[in-house]
């Protein structure tokens, strides 16, 4: 059974760059993938931010980017705010209409 | 505007049935797939599987595959996900969410989640 992997927790500085990963455990994430990532806050709804690897949605700030980062996708946010402390989770389009969420990783902006 | 409106929670007992609901407003039903999505309590996101209403085709994730059945209404443009036998482990938020066109690569609209408890 195919595994996406993330980064269980991350943390960055207010206005710093982070970079979150999205992996397989099994070969490379490519744009055959689809990948898109969302963000969720506690008691919300996710919401998307990066599709097609780095496609903001509608609305997404400009700080948020995709891009693939050697064998995984990755979500970069470029001048962190205090509103991005959430959680992220990778969509992984698989095959026949299947996909796959990663674990999610936990940002703490701090 | 793209809308999707999920049924209320539901407090239901060990082996009871259950059927919730996303009714989609603000596109056309037919020519987007609806996926549904659980998050169990503290948990990450898990895909459940995906519907597309125009001609109710449906994938299923192997991991949820018999657990659950995934329909659709397409003459009141609404969504389902049902079980016919509730287990205390299918505590959870369950949403739906639209996906993209002809294929199912990515959500862009997420409904507000339905909080499904089984206990006795």
């Known amino acids: 059974q195919t595994v996406v992997t993330q980064e269980p927790s991350f943390s960055v500085s207010p206005g710093g760059t982070v970079t979150l990963t999205c992996g397989l455990t099994s070969g490379s994430v490519s744009t055959s993938y689809y990948p898109s990532w969302y963000q969720q806050t506690p008691g919300q709804a996710p919401r998307t931010l990066i599709y097609?690897?780095?496609t903001r949605s509608s609305g997404v700030p400009d700080r948020f980017s995709g891009s693939l980062l050697g064998n995984k996708a990755a979500l970069t946010i470029t001048g962190a705010q205090a509103d991005d402390d959430s959680d992220y989770y990778c969509l992984l389009y698989l095959d026949s209409g299947i996909s796959v969420f990663g674990g999610g990783t936990k940002l703490t902006v701090l | 505007e793209v809308q999707l409106v999920q049924s209320g929670a539901e407090v239901k007992e060990p082996g009871e049935s259950l059927k919730i609901s996303c009714k989609g407003s603000?596109?056309?039903?037919?020519?987007?797939?609806i996926g549904w999505v659980r998050q169990m309590p503290g948990k990450g996101l898990e895909w459940l599987g995906i519907i597309y209403p125009g001609d109710s085709d449906t994938r299923y994730s192997p991991s949820f595959q018999g657990q659950v059945t995934i329909s659709v209404d397409k003459s009141i443009s609404t969504a389902y996900l049902q079980w016919s036998g509730l287990k205390a482990s299918d505590t959870a938020i369950y949403y739906c969410?639209?996906?993209?066109?002809?294929?199912?690569?990515?959500?862009?609209?997420w409904g507000q989640g339905t909080l499904v408890t089984v206990s006795s």
């Open positions: 097609s690897t780095n």
């Open positions: 603000g596109y056309i039903f037919t020519n987007y797939w």
């Open positions: 969410a639209r996906s993209s066109g002809s294929y199912p690569y990515y959500f862009d609209s």
